[in-house]
């Protein structure tokens, strides 16, 4: 992932990347592009998806969510990468963080959110706009473990690059 931001990147890179949990992928762009400048990180995460996942693996995500532990330790993250001046952090449902930006903003959207085909969809709907023309999209979880979300980038976006689990395509 890092080879393709720095492959992408240049100066004023605005990115967003939706579902950022403790914050890897968003320090590992952010840490891509500070020897640009003027580029932004925008990180959207509600942490609320894991309330819904009652099983066993997911125990542990919840009891992180509900302590406050992920977005301390996002915010740990941030400033131990020192990207602190260029990350900017939204806690707030996507349906609604959506609302807030307009249309060909971003130079990459990246996507790491949404448990069912139907949200996917609907997560393309909203922040497929947001995307500039010549601009990117991508994201993670593109096999067979993550069916729905790999459906759903088939059926909203058609062929798309693969490089192991992570898909990207130019708008």
């Known amino acids: 992932m890092r080879d393709f931001i720095k492959k992408i990147a240049k100066d004023n890179f605005l990115m ?12 590992l762009w952010g840490g891509a592009l500070k020897e640009y400048k003027n ?34 330790y996002l915010i740990k ?3 131990l990468s020192g990207l ?8 707030a449902p996507h349906e609604k963080a959506s609302e807030f930006f307009k249309n060909e903003l971003l130079d990459y959207l990246y996507i790491d959110l949404g448990i069912t085909y139907e949200e ?7 922040y497929y706009p947001l995307v500039k023309k010549g601009g990117w999209i991508g994201g ?32």
Request: glycine share 4%; net charge neutral.
């Open 84 to 91: 602190k001046d260029i990350m900017f952090l939204f806690k």
């Open 39 to 72: 580029c932004r990180v925008i990180c959207i995460d509600n942490y609320s998806i894991y309330e819904v996942l009652n099983d066993k693996p997911h125990n542990k995500m919840r009891e992180s969510i509900k302590s406050g532990l992920i977005v301390k």
């Open 140 to 171: 993670d979880d593109y096999d067979e473990n993550h069916a729905y979300r790999k459906k759903a980038v088939d059926d909203f976006l058609g062929p798309v690059e693969v490089k192991e689990c992570f898909w990207y395509k130019q708008k």
């Open 16 to 27: 967003m990347e939706l579902g950022t949990w403790a914050g890897h992928s968003a320090c």
């Open 77 to 79: 993250n941030i400033e």
């Open 120 to 126: 996917q969809i609907d997560i393309f709907k909203r």
